[in-house]
């Protein structure tokens, strides 16, 4: 049942295209500079840059989360209280939104491994045909971005949390109100 | 007193109060109703006279500040919200006045929608989506997005959500509000069907006076009151 409502999730917000469009792009540009502030940040010479990167990636990640479910949740009042009116439950909604938001984080993670290896496999080819060339073929490692998203899944998990007490708050009644009304 | 069995929704002494700036508008005066099985109830009034609300009461949408509302044998006045939650998944279908579809889901989807939170397979969810598709003969527009369709059309849906799930009461709040005339027999026609045919029990809040043609019953309301219902 609840896998159900998760997998309705993703198709409902995959068709709003625009949204997540932009909240996909804003996590993948995150997911990138926390994983490659994180790496900096172990490495002694540029820990301390590296830790400043990573705080503030972290900050606009809660920032951005609290955004995104925002907007899910406050957006679409209506929605929710139809839903409501033809018997769905808090929890029932909650499944939705929770499903929208961690479907477009895993995204931005999926997009960041993609782009990863593309730029060793790219690089690795450029190797083998200038050998003199002198580029790292590891961007980033696989490591940071895994912890990375790991922490931007928790992140985007309490800024739902934070959210959670509009959903109870939406009155089905509001779904037999008129627009505008 | 035990309740007749045939009685759908009973409403007793049921009051309901609202505050708003600062005045107290008494929306239910002590309002009195039964409402048997398989009736087809239109409920008219002015604007402001307190159908919308007793028709959210009478579906458990809102609490009556006191009264009873024994709804198929229960008493939902005072029922937690997951238990109403309960009952309108299983006893009442709604049909709202702007539709109310989801725009990033099909037609077919949107009726599927309220069972998606059950334990059906979903093979029995889809059959029963296309039976209810075929019900309001909108079978053949069962991929498309309600940005395609019309008034009427996305109405037809509504319904289709409405019945999917088989209910003992349908509620239709201004259905037919949005639609022209020809869109509004169509929609009415079709409640009268799924009313003979389904059994259920049908309350339409409306201030279309040519509705009550439909009716087995006809509740006038004013400032709160029941005024007549017969």
Redo the contacts between chains.
């Keep these: ?1 609840a896998l ?2 998760w997998k ?1 999730s993703v ?2 917000i995959l ?2 295209k625009r949204t997540f469009t932009i909240f996909c792009g804003m996590y993948t540009v995150l997911i990138f500079s926390t994983s490659a502030s994180l790496e900096m940040s172990l490495n002694p010479v540029t820990a301390s840059i590296g830790s400043g990167f990573f705080m503030i990636s972290l900050l606009l990640s809660l920032f951005s989360s609290i955004l995104y479910s925002w907007l899910i949740v406050a957006r679409k009042r ?2 929710w209280a ?9 929890a ?1 909604i909650s499944s939705i939104v929770l499903g929208q938001i961690i479907f477009t984080t895993l995204m931005g993670f999926f997009i960041n491994v993609e782009l990863l290896f593309h730029w060793a496999a790219a690089i690795t080819y450029y190797k083998m045909a200038v050998p003199d060339v002198n580029i790292n073929t590891t961007l980033v490692g696989l490591s940071p971005v895994i912890v990375t998203s790991i922490v931007f899944l928790i992140v985007q998990i309490l800024g739902f949390l934070l959210l959670r007490g509009k959903i109870t708050k939406v ?3 509001i ?2 109100k ?2 505008g009304e | 007193m035990p309740i007749p069995k045939d009685v759908m929704i009973e409403a007793m002494d049921v009051n309901k109060e609202y505050r708003r700036a600062g005045a107290i508008i008494r929306a239910l005066v002590d309002i009195n109703l039964t409402i048997k099985s398989g009736d087809f109830v239109v409920i008219q009034g002015p604007t402001g006279c307190g159908k919308s609300t007793l028709l959210n009461v009478l579906s458990g949408l809102d609490i009556p500040d006191s009264g009873k509302i024994i709804f198929d044998g229960e008493n939902i006045a005072r029922a937690p919200e997951d238990r109403l939650s309960k009952i309108r998944r299983q006893k009442i279908g709604f049909v709202f006045q702007e539709f109310n579809l989801i725009e990033s889901l099909t037609a077919q989807e949107n009726v599927e929608a309220l069972l998606w939170p059950t334990v059906l397979s979903n093979k029995e969810v889809e059959n029963r989506a296309i039976a209810a598709l075929r019900d309001v003969n909108m079978l053949e527009r069962k991929d498309h997005f309600p940005v395609e369709m019309s008034g009427g059309e996305k109405q037809r849906i509504g319904l289709a959500r409405a019945i999917i799930h088989r209910p003992r009461v349908l509620l239709a709040d201004e259905p037919t509000g949005n639609l022209d005339p020809e869109a509004e027999k169509d929609v009415m026609d079709l409640l009268k069907d799924i009313n003979k045919t389904q059994d259920t029990t049908v309350l339409v809040v409306t201030h279309r006076e040519k509705l009550a043609s439909y009716a087995t019953m006809v509740v006038k309301m004013d400032r709160g009151q029941v005024i007549s219902a017969k």
């Excluded at chain 1, 139809?82 to 808090?90: A, F, V």
């Design positions: 049942m159900r409502l309705k198709k409902m068709r709003e209506r929605t139809t839903l409501k009116c033809i018997g769905y439950t808090n029932n009155r089905p009644m779904a037999l008129r627009i």
